[in-house]
């Protein structure tokens, strides 16, 4: 049977126009309406084709680009700008312009306050499309490794031992040159000793460096090649990174907020995530919800008290199995002020704790823990058992409550399918398993631009190429319409 082949000196003609260089329900068509719909000045990139000085590439056009090839999972300036050369699709949508990967990159760069803002814009175009409520958010986070390695991660241990090493480097290197200007021999390899005793101090004046900042700086460690990015434990072991935050809402899964923290837990986290997604809509939320790693009652209380229904479950509740002889095991006697443990022992308040908001309950005589049979299970203490109680503990017993409701379990229930299927496309469908740019602003703006993408992609599936550039046009043309009218 005879193969088909292809024949590289067959004649034939391109489309005569790059406007026909792609279908019209081709998705690069749903990008490029998205883009055109965005407000630049609300963005912060000022468009002013008459500004004096050598011409610049179009903000928008650049910004097509990005977000076009950040779809794909294309975020490498130099790939980007393979495409613009080879691949139909990045070339109508750029109108064939060919940005060099230097444009590119300082694009990204000079504009990372902007491209962090596409995001509230993208999500509040999905709120008029009717594809977000608003009603119910969930928050979830994920550890994303920084453009950086361990290896430029600095510690005062590390520098000091490093720091004697090189002295001790340049102790023999200065006796070497010595010996050889005795000898008077070899010249070349004085100078080779010379130039090594260069580098050496060089190195020397750059751990002194480090070790400086990290005196005068409350962290305990630097990274020279990121310096904010923090050493942190992810599901894949250590890494040099950032934590990755996103605002889901529950009506599609679109992704509301994004954000990037330096923090290693989202222990402090869930307030200003879930307030900053509320500000980006406009509108406050019903109900917010997120994994026993935002239990911090510190960070539900405010929403709460804003009437936002809140669904965190404690860390006890997240055990899987009730450890015996747990807090949750000794009663409190409110009008006593006092525990009792489960043997019928009294446990009186000994003393408050305003650091850590909570006041601590011990037992009486460090005798009575030391004759009870369940001594070394229940404590190891020889001042005998003590138990805490959080200064807003009746508001984490009513927290703990309204996890437990059925209600409350469905929509915890839908917190996985909806929060970390975004961190699952980025991550596996994009290849986005590490940040490409350094220092928080940069990442920041990929996060942003990744959120952005994983949405285009969502409300793409969910209206079709046409049927979403249709709605943003309709929005647009509304929109127009209103400032016409205001105008008049």
Request: charged share 25%; proline share 3%.
């Amino acid at each position: 049977m005879a193969y088909i082949t292809g024949e590289r000196n067959q004649m034939s003609l391109m489309p005569p126009s790059i406007e026909d260089y792609v279908a019209a329900d081709d998705p690069v068509r749903a990008y490029d309406v998205f883009v055109s719909h965005l407000n630049f000045p609300e963005l912060g990139i000022g468009l002013n084709a008459e500004h004096v000085g050598a011409p610049d590439y179009d903000p928008r056009a650049m910004l097509k680009l990005l977000v076009y090839g950040y779809s794909y999972g294309i975020r490498s300036s130099r790939k980007l700008e393979r495409a613009t050369h080879h691949n139909l699709s990045f070339i109508w949508l750029v109108g064939g312009l060919k940005p060099d990967h230097k444009t590119i990159a300082r694009f990204r760069l000079e504009h990372s306050a902007a491209l962090k803002n596409v995001l509230k814009q993208c999500a509040r175009l999905c709120l008029k499309l009717g594809l977000v409520e608003g009603n119910t958010l969930f928050v979830d986070g994920s550890k994303m490794k920084a453009n950086a390695s361990f290896k430029q991660n600095w510690t005062k241990e590390k520098c000091a031992k490093a720091l004697a090493g090189v002295e001790g480097r340049i102790d023999g290197i200065l006796a070497e040159c010595e010996a050889v200007d005795e000898a008077e021999g070899n010249q070349g390899s004085l100078v080779k000793m010379r130039e090594d005793l260069k580098d050496a101090q060089t190195l020397k004046n750059k751990i002194k460096e480090v070790l400086g900042e990290l005196k005068e700086n409350p962290r305990q460690s630097l990274n020279t090649t990121d310096a904010d990015s923090q050493p942190m434990k992810s599901n894949h072991g250590g890494i040099i990174g950032y934590n990755m935050q996103t605002v889901v809402d529950d009506k599609n899964g679109l992704i509301v907020h994004s954000d990037v923290v330096q923090d290693k837990n989202d222990r402090c986290q869930f307030n200003a995530q879930i307030s900053a997604a509320q500000s980006d809509l406009g509108r406050r939320c019903e109900v917010a919800c997120g994994d026993t790693g935002y239990a911090n009652i510190q960070e539900l209380k405010p929403l709460h008290e804003q009437g936002v229904k809140v669904i965190v479950p404690s860390q006890e509740q997240s055990r899987k199995e009730a450890r015996p002889f747990d807090r949750e095991q000794f009663t409190y006697d409110r009008v006593r002020d006092c525990y009792r443990c489960p043997q019928g022992y009294d446990l009186p308040y000994r003393k408050t704790d305003t650091l850590k908001r909570r006041k601590v309950y011990q037992i009486a005589c460090a005798a009575t823990c030391h004759a009870c049979a369940h001594f070394g299970q229940c404590t190891t203490a020889m001042q005998g058992r003590s138990v805490d109680r959080m200064f807003d503990e009746d508001l984490k017993k009513e927290l703990e409550a309204q996890y437990e409701r059925p209600d409350s379990q469905a929509i915890y229930a839908r917190r996985k399918t909806r929060s970390e299927h975004p961190f699952g496309h980025m991550k596996q469908n994009l290849g986005a398993r590490a940040f490409l740019v350094r220092g928080l602003a940069g990442v920041r703006a990929e996060a942003s631009l990744l959120s952005t993408v994983f949405n285009l992609a969502r409300m793409i599936t969910l209206l079709g190429v046409a049927g979403f550039m249709e709605k943003v046009r309709e929005i647009k043309n509304l929109k127009h319409e209103h400032q016409l009218l205001a105008e008049s």
